[in-house]
């Protein structure tokens, strides 16, 4: 019967890791928007070369009231 | 960014040699042309430097996400907002800065697709300064972290407005600091509840199947020492609200629901406490738990709202943080509460003016809509007052202020004691229940610890005691409000009539009388009806549409859409006259369009409901426009219906007595209020309130800011909810309004199906209070009286609801 008390043990310790999570993601902000992020993971990412090379070019345009 | 040469150049293709039908950035039509670039269509200019922008950015997926999505881009002047390098408003506005990087949150109006996310949060492609940004769909906001070494807040927004996100900065978005942040206490509370709750049952279930007394005292020790440690942080923290809310309202010298649940609370805790260390049973943890969890998730469930729709908009949300101001020859942009009397201030084409003034210049076309309802803006002449909150259309003016922002006609009235405190005119229902329920159970709790006192002793009186208060514990009874309330905000949101809140349904159904404003409420701002007094030929219609297009006056909007069927011809020398009217020449004749004195036609009266406009061609008059308002499509119906109803109707109007005679015939005329200042309408609904009435405010504008605000429901009719309503009880969909009738009978069904539950969870007090007071309370048979009660009330309410709603037939307007 002692195995019950480390199976006690183990459960709580899980139950405590979820309840950890679920403070953790609150405190993220993620109750705060459950729409968009429902959007955002579907952009697909692109290759990194090519927004790199992309930065340079980005770097001039830096004042758009001309 | 360098010099954008404009590679393409506005030209008329004909429509058969067309690539595509519609402008590719905006899915505009070509009504001014078409400019090509990198074989692409674009409607103007704007539109083709935002692909060009895009492209050379590497965000030409912008396009692929969603097609042609993209906002037409407004022109706005050089200077806007060039009041963002102003350091105290640039401070007010931030959410914060350090370290040379700032946070800054905007409310952008346009987002409204997937392409709008993937762009705004690849803002960083466009702009090495800027750190990073992410989007909120569905509030419409984007939060921008940037660098301030590398651009400044000016630019940021610039930035925005240059691809067609124009943030909308106002009065409102000012010292964003001391804005309460998002309550996420409930989430942690709820956390904790659902945690302790799940894990004691589990380790209360061993000991409800222990018929024989299989479990050695060391489990019962260990389990009963969890469930005590599980059970603290719910009593410490998930549980305090209610126990601060109970203490609050007996301090105040009342009773509410909170006090026989703090009681519940605090009987269990206690009692439970004490079985564990003094191992003479194993508590009631797990009643406990669940219900403080059932609370909380009924709180929940009831504190849900529209969060993409602003009910607490009042003039802030609409004035501009700061104007031009001019001292000598300098112009600068100031805060506008540093305004002062006699000061001189610039506006621009569709800017507001923020305080009551003397028009300097010669002329100019304010528009009034937002805060009347009235959509045809009015002329002014120089030297005429202008009251704030206009729009101004058209070019440049000048005028003197009279009067400071927070003292003007219009803002004045937020200086109201209406506005200063919440009213909460009577107990809400709950509570008026709830004081009963309190006195009985207590009553009874204290007769059976009497009885049982003098037949046993202390120790099962006691028991006895704390088994009342605990079994009576009203969970159901606590839980009828949020569901029945909470199921009812969500379908009248299915009809587009948004609450506010839960408890906006029960003001609703005790509402006994209905006060409609006229302008923009009752008639339908965008629709009118043209007529034409007058002969005129094909060539003329098609050269009035040509000329009308180019204006931005709302009646030129309305002609050119009356006349759309026609075609469109080239026109040559485009002038507009502010406050008189446009001319062009069209086939080498010189069209005049606008009013009597300036085409040259005899002035003719108008009402507040018609305008009249005017073409000559050449030196010849043709005739007139007649533009009338439309009422709303079957006011009539409604306002019978409301009668029949046995609700009383009233009429309040800022407009003179002209529809006098029309209005007679839906109203009673004694209840029918011509040319009432917004002060006035405020004070016509508290008198109507002082005679005992419950009253519901169907308004649009901010002149019925007040009464909204004063009547037990203010509701705003929208005909687009997303943007600028005065601050309300509820928004409703100006489409919808024929249905008002049917969602105040609604409601009170909603009364019967809340007094019906009520006496259900009544009924499962009352046995399990047989239960109690004979001493025959177990922690199972608490452990399952609870849920079943609650669950009984919780779907019956649901049910109920969804029955009445698929009964209720609603009229759908097209």
């Known amino acids: 019967m002692s195995a019950i008390y480390i199976l006690i043990g183990f459960s709580l310790l899980a139950a405590l890791g979820f309840l950890g999570a679920f403070l953790w993601s609150v405190r993220n902000g993620q109750y705060e928007d459950s729409y968009t992020p429902s959007i955002r993971i579907l952009f697909d990412d692109e290759p990194l070369e090519n927004s790199e090379s992309k930065d340079t070019n980005s770097n001039k345009i830096n004042n758009p009231k001309q | 960014m360098k010099k954008t040469e404009i590679k393409g150049i506005l030209r008329e293709i004909p429509e058969g040699q067309r690539k595509e039908d519609k402008c590719h950035h905006c899915g505009g039509e070509f009504d001014q042309g078409i400019v090509e670039y990198n074989e692409h269509y674009f409607c103007c200019t704007g539109c083709r430097t935002v692909f060009q922008l895009l492209n050379e950015g590497g965000l030409e997926k912008y396009y692929s996400i969603e097609e042609r999505t993209g906002n037409t881009v407004g022109r706005f002047h050089k200077d806007k907002y060039a009041y963002l390098e102003n350091e105290e408003i640039r401070d007010g506005l931030i959410d914060f800065s350090d370290g040379g990087v700032t946070r800054v949150q905007f409310y952008v109006p346009g987002i409204h697709c997937s392409s709008c996310i ?82 004691i049952m589990l380790l209360s279930f061993p000991e409800y199947l222990d018929e024989l007394s299989y479990l050695s005292s060391d489990f019962k020790i260990l389990f009963g020492g969890l469930n005590f440690l599980l059970a603290l942080p719910v009593f410490l923290y998930s549980s305090s609200e209610y126990f601060q809310s109970a203490w609050k309202s007996l301090r105040k010298g009342y009773v509410n629901i909170d006090l026989p649940i703090s009681l519940g609370i605090v009987a269990l805790f206690f009692r439970s406490s004490y079985e564990i260390f003094t191992l003479t049973g ?96 009015i002329s002014k002449t120089k030297g005429d007052k202008v009251f704030a909150g206009g729009r101004i259309v058209g070019e440049l003016t000048r005028f003197e202020i009279q009067k400071e922002v927070s003292q003007s006609y219009l803002t004045k009235l937020w200086n109201q004691a209406a506005f200063q405190n919440e009213n909460t005119r009577y107990e809400s229902m709950v509570n008026s229940v709830s004081k009963y329920f309190t006195l009985f159970i207590l009553s009874v709790a204290v007769l059976s610890f009497m009885f049982w006192y003098f037949e046993t002793g202390t120790g099962v009186a006691l028991n006895i005691f704390t088994s009342v208060l605990i079994i009576a514990c009203p969970c159901a009874l606590a839980l009828t409000l949020p569901f029945s309330f909470g199921n009812t905000m969500t379908f009248f949101g299915k009809h587009r009539f948004y609450l506010k809140n839960a408890q906006v349904v029960e003001s609703l159904f005790r509402a006994d009388t209905v006060v409609f404003d006229k302008t ?290 609603f009229d759908f307007s097209p």
Request: proline share 3%; net charge negative.
């Open chain 2, 282 to 377: 194993s508590g009631f943890m797990d009643s406990f738990t669940m219900l403080v969890f059932l609370l909380l998730v009924g709180k929940w469930y009831q504190g849900r709202t529209y969060q993409a729709l602003s009910f607490e908009r009042d003039y802030r949300s609409y004035f501009p943080l700061a104007v031009n101001r001019i001292r000598g020859e300098k112009e600068e942009a100031v805060p506008v509460r540093d305004l002062r009397n006699g000061d001189v201030i610039a506006l621009r084409n569709q800017e507001i003016l923020p305080g009551d003034s003397i028009l300097l210049s010669d002329s100019a076309v304010v528009d009034y809509s937002f805060v009347s309802g009235e959509s045809t803006p």
């Open chain 2, 520 to 809: 923009g409420t009752l008639t339908f701002p965008g629709d009118a009806a043209v007529s034409f007094r007058g002969e005129l030929e094909q060539e003329d219609l098609s050269a009035i549409r040509s000329i009308t297009r180019h204006s931005t006056h709302p009646l030129s909007k309305i002609i050119a859409d009356h006349l759309k069927q026609h075609n469109v011809v080239e026109i040559s020398g485009f002038r507009e006259y502010a406050g008189k009217g446009v001319g062009a020449t069209v086939n080498g004749i010189w069209f005049k369009i606008g009013s009597g004195e300036f085409v040259g036609a005899n002035p003719e009266v108008e009402t507040e409901e018609t305008s009249t406009v005017h073409v000559s061609r050449g030196d010849q008059y043709l005739g007139s426009f007649n533009i009338r308002k439309e009422y709303r499509k079957d006011i009539g119906n409604l306002i019978s219906d409301l009668k029949s109803d046995g609700l009383e109707v009233h009429l309040i109007s800022g407009d003179n007595a002209a529809e006098l005679e029309n209005m007679t015939r839906h109203f009673e005329r004694s209840l029918i209020h011509f040319d009432q200042k917004p002060q006035d309408k405020l004070e016509y609904i508290e008198k109507l309130q002082s005679t005992g009435k419950n009253v519901v405010m169907i308004g649009d504008g901010l002149n019925d800011a007040g009464a909204l605000k004063a009547a037990d429901v203010g509701i705003a009719v929208s005909d687009d909810v997303y943007t600028f309503t005065p601050a309300s009880d509820a928004i409703l969909d100006g489409s919808e309004l024929r249905n008002i009738s049917r969602f105040i009978a609604f409601s009170k069904n909603v009364r019967a199906i809340v007094q019906l539950s009520f006496l259900i969870s009544f009924l499962y007090n009352v046995v399990g209070l047989l239960f109690a007071v004979n001493g025959k309370v177990t922690p199972l048979f608490a452990a399952v009286l609870m849920p079943v009660s609650s669950i009984t009330v919780v779907s019956f309410i649901t049910i109920a609801i969804r029955f009445l709603a698929s009964r209720k037939k």
């Open chain 2, 118 to 199: 993937w762009l705004l949060e690849n803002l960083n492609r466009l702009h090495s300064g800027i750190h990073q940004s992410t989007v909120n769909f569905v509030k419409k906001t984007v939060d921008v972290v940037y660098k301030e070494d590398d651009l400044n807040l000016r630019e940021v927004v610039e930035l925005l407005a240059y691809i067609g996100y124009e943030p909308s900065v106002s009065l409102r978005d000012y010292n964003k600091k001391d804005r309460p942040h998002t309550n996420r206490s409930l989430y942690y509370k709820l956390g904790i509840a659902g945690f302790s709750f799940g894990n």
